[in-house]
């Protein structure tokens, strides 16, 4: 560890918080419909799509919206993957992709997931990148936003009986937020070296007299909007560790801001919808810590080095196997924790090959629900529903009936909350277990020992929870996983989503009370800890004994030079 | 029924965005980025005497004692630019340790006694690192120029002037671009 490296994090926080406040603001005004710059694209866009801007929705129609928009989402993917062969852009005469893996990446990229189960430069052509899988990484992203307004909206007022419109909401957030951030990103990225072509491969004739085809394409663009949609599907098999995705420390640097960007300033958004700008600052305190407390021990466990490595006579200047030299340890960890505390999913180095301390923080970070910050979006809501079994222990010691926002927290939000993460953990847990139990799971694993058991956990979180990432070396291109981590992103992404919406349709029903000297302040320190103890006391409880079995076995055995 | 009337904006809302963000920003986004960073967009290509003779961006495999080596690649053939993608060896692996071992003698077979950095004989994530650390180049550099006929000295200061040192001191790391470095040698050479 060193000195630059820790300043390296500062640095991280210090560009994403400062960015947080103003980008917060901008995003309740955008969600408010105060943002009017694009005003006649916007009104064009709801003419030719017959939206009628004034309606507003109930919980019930705006699920049923959110279901609708995504299936037929998906239809579109999974048909542009299978005929990808006949579509135009496609110079290196990619073949369709396989039903089982066009079902399996068309789920991924509906639900904001982005786990990748194919080779993009062989099994992808660019027009499907462009037609199919950047369009979902708008319009996924924007959806999870849109969620996330349907719910703040509920704690804003009482006696509501509808969320909003969720065209409405996903055609704002498009066009006032995610499009002009990308665009500008992306030249920034083009300008780097980050490529924008149509032109196939290229060939090379190398000094050492060899000939190197070198796969390019249209990069830049979808290079931005998967990281600030924390979407985080690689133009290319090895993500942005690549150079063509990711070709410096300061594209290293945006890409990690663009992934935290939104997460946090959303809490922020929500203050101001609230018009109670504490509220919001609390719940980002909450993301702030537990995020750095990731950055901290990932980098912290890279750069101390692989104990085999130093004892086979490497120097002990941390732990390189699947690191850029570009990057080095701190940016490589913050970017992997960065993109594991939100569900972005993107990598700049490779898990499989982290440390086994190193490699629990990601799986952990994932477990605890994506909140630190989060997807965008979708960590807001996630950390409402931390926010509300908060209130509702808090509430449990005093005897009170909680409130959170002025709401009252009662039996029916609670038991849609432990439904939405239950449903979570069974996917988890005993996606993992059964997987295991099979000959195709066993076969899938690329490490043996505790190693491979984490393999097989870190997929099954990765996909219930909407990230993406994996220890890559799992072979995820089977009947098994195709399928089953297909179904696990689906509910991970809409099981959970939809209790959400209801608990939010409820809330809203409510009338908003004034705080009493009973309520319990949820803007102060003493919320954000207990938050931060629920949200590490949920995880923990139920995932520690898998992650004992996978990192924590694997890290003393590791140390007690064990090799597998 | 609710989800039929959801029907018409949601398929609308789908197919402008398709063809919205989908067709028209890439081809037009693609059209801009030609014209105003034609080197950058279509991969940083570096040509000698019209040929393309790599990428900046992209490593290559270089073999003789007359150049600079690159980091292991975990790519099959090395530095196959046609794919990308890391070892996934776990830390713990037995195979991983069977890989380091052998390359780490080459190291010191290569390069004299000393130490062997962890960045050269570890794979990096893409398969197609560019760089290397500059104390790993700083190690090469006596072999190399003794395959060269070159005086170390120059060879030494060639290194160290082609090197990127962190920005204050701390955003990013002390490397250099192997492909760069091999050709300013040959240059040097040529002088």
New interface residues.
């Given amino acids: 560890m060193?000195?630059?490296?820790w300043?390296?994090i500062v640095?991280v926080f210090a560009l994403v918080l400062g960015a947080a406040f103003p980008l917060g603001r901008y995003i309740a005004a955008i969600l408010e419909g105060r943002v009017t710059w694009a005003r006649p694209v916007e009104v064009a866009?709801y003419r030719?799509?017959?939206?009628d801007e004034k309606r507003a929705m109930r919980w019930?129609?705006y699920a049923?919206?959110m279901l609708?928009?995504s299936f037929?989402?998906f239809l579109?993917l999974y048909a542009i993957l299978r005929l990808q062969y006949y579509l135009p852009f496609n110079p290196l005469h990619i073949q369709g992709m396989a039903p089982r893996l066009a079902f399996n990446t068309a789920v991924s990229f509906t639900t904001n997931t982005n786990w990748q189960a194919y080779?993009p430069?062989?099994q992808v052509s660019y027009g499907a990148q462009?037609?199919?899988l950047?369009?979902h990484n708008?319009?996924s992203a924007a959806a999870g936003i849109a969620a996330a307004a349907a719910v703040m909206r509920a704690f804003c007022a009482g006696g509501l009986s509808t969320l909003g419109n969720l065209?409405v909401d996903?055609?704002r957030v498009?066009l006032y937020l995610l499009?002009p951030v990308c665009?500008i990103a992306?030249?920034y990225l083009?300008?780097?070296?980050?490529?924008?072509?149509?032109?196939g491969?290229?060939?090379?004739?190398?000094?050492?007299g060899?000939v190197?085809?070198?796969?390019?394409g249209?990069v830049?663009?979808q290079e931005a909007i998967k990281e600030f949609g924390t979407n985080g599907g690689g133009f290319?098999?090895?993500n942005a560790?690549?150079?063509?995705e990711n070709?410096?420390?300061?594209t290293n640097?945006l890409e990690t801001w663009l992934t935290l960007a939104i997460g946090f300033a959303l809490p922020i958004a929500f203050g101001h919808m609230l018009k109670d700008k504490a509220q919001g600052r609390a719940l980002m305190a909450a993301m702030a810590i537990i995020l750095a407390l990731g950055c901290a021990g990932a980098y912290a466990a890279e750069a101390a080095?692989?104990p085999?490595?130093?004892q086979?006579?490497?120097?002990?200047?941390?732990?390189?196997?699947?690191?850029?030299?570009?990057?080095?340890i701190p940016?490589?960890t913050t970017f992997d924790v960065a993109a594991t505390g939100t569900s972005c999913g993107a990598?700049?180095?490779?898990i499989?090959?982290?440390?086994?301390l190193g490699g629990a923080v990601p799986l952990f970070l994932m477990q605890l629900g994506e909140v630190a910050p989060g997807g965008v979006g979708s960590g807001l809501y996630t950390i409402i529903v931390f926010a509300l079994f908060s209130v509702f222990v808090a509430g449990l010691m005093v005897g009170r009936t909680p409130e959170y926002l002025g709401k009252k927290v009662q039996a029916k939000e609670v038991k849609l909350a432990m439904l939405a993460v239950l449903v979570l953990t069974g996917f988890i847990l005993g996606g993992t277990a059964l997987s295991l139990l099979t000959a195709s799971g066993l076969g899938s694993l690329?490490?043996?020992?505790?190693?491979g058991f984490s393999e097989m956990l870190y997929g099954w979180t990765s996909a219930t929870e909407n990230n993406g990432s994996a220890?890559?070396?799992l072979s995820a291109d089977t009947d098994l996983l195709d399928y089953g981590l297909g179904a696990a992103m689906l509910f991970g992404r809409f099981a959970f989503m939809i209790p959400i919406l209801a608990i939010a349709g409820s809330l809203a029903a409510k009338p908003k009370l004034p705080p009493s000297p009973g309520t319990f302040p949820t803007n102060g320190p003493l919320f954000v800890f207990l938050l931060i103890g629920v949200i590490i006391i949920l995880g923990g409880l139920q995932f520690l004994p898998a992650d004992t079995l996978g990192p924590l076995a694997?890290q003393f055995?590791?140390q007690a030079g064990?090799?597998? | 029924m609710a989800p039929l009337r959801e029907l018409r904006p949601a398929i609308s809302i789908i197919l402008l965005f398709t063809l919205a963000l989908g067709l028209a920003l890439p081809l037009g986004f693609t059209g801009a980025m030609q014209l105003a960073f034609p080197f950058q967009a279509n991969g940083s290509l570096l040509r000698q005497h019209g040929a393309v003779i790599g990428s900046t961006l992209i490593g290559q495999n270089f073999t003789g004692a007359a150049y600079f080596t690159t980091r292991p690649s975990a790519l099959s053939p090395t530095y196959n630019a046609a794919q990308s993608g890391a070892s996934n060896l776990a830390p713990s692996s037995a195979a991983l340790l069977a890989q380091l071992r052998p390359r780490i003698a080459a190291y010191r077979k290569a390069y004299g006694p000393g130490p062997v950095p962890a960045d050269a004989v570890t794979a990096s994530g893409s398969g197609l690192d560019p760089d290397i650390s500059l104390a790993d180049a700083l190690r090469q550099v006596p072999a190399v120029a003794a395959a060269r006929h070159l005086p170390v000295a120059g060879v030494d200061a060639l290194v160290r002037h082609l090197a990127r040192y962190p920005a204050f001191g701390f955003i990013g790391t002390d490397h250099v671009n192997v492909l760069e470095l091999n050709l300013a040698l040959e240059h040097l050479e040529a002088r």
């Fill in positions: 060193t000195l630059g490296g300043l390296y640095l866009v030719l799509a017959g939206v019930q129609d049923i919206a609708l928009l037929i989402h579109l080779a430069e062989q462009m037609l199919g950047t369009v708008f319009i065209y996903i055609t498009t499009l665009i992306a030249v083009v300008w780097s070296g980050v490529p924008m072509t149509f032109a491969n290229a060939t090379a004739h190398t000094l050492s060899a190197q085809s070198i796969a390019r249209p830049a663009l290319f098999n090895a560790a690549h150079p063509f070709p410096t420390i300061w640097l080095g692989n085999l490595q130093i086979a006579g490497a120097t002990a200047n941390g732990n390189w196997e699947g690191k850029e030299m570009r990057f080095g940016a490589s990598v700049d180095s490779f499989d090959s982290y440390t086994p690329a490490n043996a020992g505790p190693h220890m890559a070396g694997e055995l590791l064990k090799t597998f």
